[in-house]
């Protein structure tokens, strides 16, 4: 008796949780920042009140960080301006395909460990079926050589004949009990293959999944593209082109406000400032904070 044992590999993500800023540094060397409002493409169908909050919060961030970044209407204000183009869709359907990747992999994950289990128990099971049956055959064996012999000899006496009857009665009990067990046994070696069969499914799901994502990562580049940070002359401009919620814009707003105060891209992946939209909020990070007090050091 085989049982399909299952064996699959399937690309997850993994998110890292960024620590709070505990208290503010002090970073007055560096000017503090005024923004303002100045367009919000319809299309992004997000709200003004929304996307107010967002700079409140971003900008809140920095602040927090001993650099403050206030709302104001001077003729330096950093102008921010959200335009659409194809990037915001395609970064909401990376979102989605992250939602569908990391919901569909714990189950992958639950429904894998769960056949491992089930397939060891039948195995140890089926072995322990496999020996009794030997061991049963042994003992009819020589049960029915013991029969052959009385049967030779013209027949048992009455209590002989009574004791072999007995004796193939309680063989003929344990033979059927071994094939209701071994019936039993089959009955989920089909099962279990059904749901290495669903399992497989699931996988092939999650793999093409992955190649979508990774599809359409490719085709926006692997740079920070969701935002940008222009200045020319006294002009300054923040443009968002696009993001996958509230909380995505906060972050690329309060990435390029970094861009404003003077920062360049950091190397650490779960910074703020990363050159790439891999930060899981909006904070500064240590690393993020370090460039920020090297920005005073070399002033």
Not at 6 to 21: G, H, K, V
Not at 148 to 162: H, I, Y
Not at 245 to 259: N, P, W
Not at 276 to 290: C, I
Request: hydrophobic share 40%; charged share 20%; net charge negative.
């Amino acid at each position: 008796m085989h049982c399909m044992r299952l064996s699959l590999f399937i690309l997850t993500l993994s998110f890292c949780a960024l620590p709070a800023i505990s208290h503010a540094a002090d970073h007055s060397c560096i000017p503090p920042l005024t923004y303002r409002l100045a367009f919000v493409d319809q299309r992004f169908a997000v709200s003004a009140e929304s996307v107010t909050q967002a700079l409140k919060d971003a900008s809140g961030a920095w602040s927090a960080a001993g650099t403050p970044v206030t709302q104001g209407n001077s003729t330096d204000a950093i102008a921010i301006s959200l335009l659409y183009d194809e990037r915001h869709p395609a970064r909401q359907a990376l979102r989605t395909i992250e939602g569908v990747i990391s919901t569909n992999s714990a189950t992958y994950e639950f429904r894998r460990s769960a056949l491992d289990a089930r397939t060891a128990a039948h195995k140890a099971n089926s072995a322990l079926v496999a020996t009794a049956s030997a061991m049963l055959e042994t003992i009819v064996t020589f049960h029915n050589m013991a029969v052959d012999s009385w049967n030779a000899r013209g027949g048992a006496t009455p209590e002989k004949a009574a004791e072999l009857n007995a004796t193939s009665a309680l063989l003929q009990g344990v033979t059927e009990t071994l094939n209701r067990i071994s019936d039993t046994l089959n009955r989920e070696a089909a099962s279990i293959n059904m749901a290495v069969a669903d399992t497989n499914q699931l996988a092939r799901t999650l793999n093409q999944a992955v190649t979508t994502y990774n599809t359409i990562g490719a085709e926006q580049g692997t740079g920070f593209i969701e935002g940008t940070y222009r200045r020319m002359g006294i002009d300054k401009k923040i443009e968002v082109y696009a993001f996958a919620d509230s909380k995505d814009l906060t972050r690329i707003l309060a990435h390029e406000f970094g861009h404003a105060l003077g920062l360049e891209h950091v190397a650490s992946p779960t910074a703020l400032m990363y050159e790439k939209n891999s930060a899981t909020d909006y904070f500064p990070t240590t690393d993020d904070l370090s460039a920020l007090t090297a920005l005073c050091v070399t002033s």
